[in-house]
């Protein structure tokens, strides 16, 4: 059956898939770099402070809240690792037309993983959809009723 639908909608998702999971990797190493340099954290702790607003217990916060940030990056990343191997073995399934329906619920649970409104995540609910939606073409198959025989003196049924 042509599946050519879900194998290119499935290749634009694990590009863009890609290209998230390598800008997650920029963003942990430039949010570590500037979290982890001393003079950085001193300058923005002072810059902080000067605002009248900002008290000592609201510059901590800030930092903290750039700690944990840095944890829930990591999170994301491993969400798009596992998401980007599962939307592989949906196209591998879809291009041998070993199994369809199996292929249809990895491209959904990678589209989970991958974001839930990303683009590359509505590309693979629309793959998967697909995939449970296109059924293969019927096979005309002749109608043979056992009890005629053409040798018979009998009617042949209408």
Known sequence: MNRTAEKVLSIIAVVLTAIGTVASFFGVGILKLITSDPTFRSEMRMELLSDPTFTEQDVEMFFNVFDILGGVIWLIIIALLISLVLNIIGIVNIW???????????????????????????????????????????????????????????????
Request: hydrophobic residues 45%; proline residues 6%; glycine residues 8%.
């Open 96 to 158: 041998n037309n070993k199994n369809a329906k199996l292929a249809g619920i990895m491209f959904i649970i990678a589209g989970v993983l991958g974001g839930v409104v990303s683009l590359a995540s509505i590309l693979l609910y629309v793959a998967g959809i697909l995939c449970f939606t296109k059924k293969p073409p019927l096979q005309d198959e002749p109608i043979l009723d056992s009890t005629y025989n053409e040798n018979s003196d009998t009617m042949r049924p209408i």
